[in-house]
């Protein structure tokens, strides 16, 4: 092990107790980390410094703890040396913050639905660890054509228009409450289908495998499956 210091403090080495206590043999990274000292991985795997990378890297971090529900975790200083082998060193000092959860989470504006339908579909409970993305996702606002989220339901049933906005509306202590405001608008009907730049296949094969079809209701499900 190196004798250099970081100037944030000492960072201990995760030991075979805690290594056995986190089911750490379950996880390839906890195992690489409990073995290093010993069999060394990072060995090869040394590479240039590339400040891009780098910065995309701490964006990771930040993202990560987020995901964990350290909503306010910031990377608070980094800094670069070399060693006395002429190898750099990188170390980063972050503040964590206080780990959140979901709180109350209502609806505003949905009249095509009830509450509890699109609570069923949302599929977070209060008390669940804060995850932003996974909010996101779920109410569709990440696209995602697997579908099984808010705006899926809306869309596939004509609502082309459909915006949802999550706004948090308190914060207290390590709990957050959400009201999700809906913006359903009209149910869209398809009129013209036009397909053009198909030189290689003619026009009645590709519509024949289409799910989009005029005089229907849009749909973002079919209209994925078609494309």
Known sequence: PSNEKSPYGENKPYTFRQYLGDAGFLSITKTKEVLDPYFRFKLFSSAKFNQKKFEEDKEKIIDYYNALGYRDAVIAADT??????????????IDEGRRYYFGNITWKGNSKYSD???????GINKGEIYNLETLNKKLGKQLSPEGGDISGLYMDDGYLFFRVDPVETAVYNDTIDFEIRIVEGPQATIKNIKISGN???KEYVIRREIRTLPGEKFSRSDLIRTQ
């Open 199 to 201: 030189e290689k296949t």
């Open 80 to 93: 670069q040396y070399f060693n006395q082998k002429g190898n750099m060193k990188v170390d980063l000092k």
């Open 116 to 122: 509890s339908i699109l609570n069923v579909l949302l």
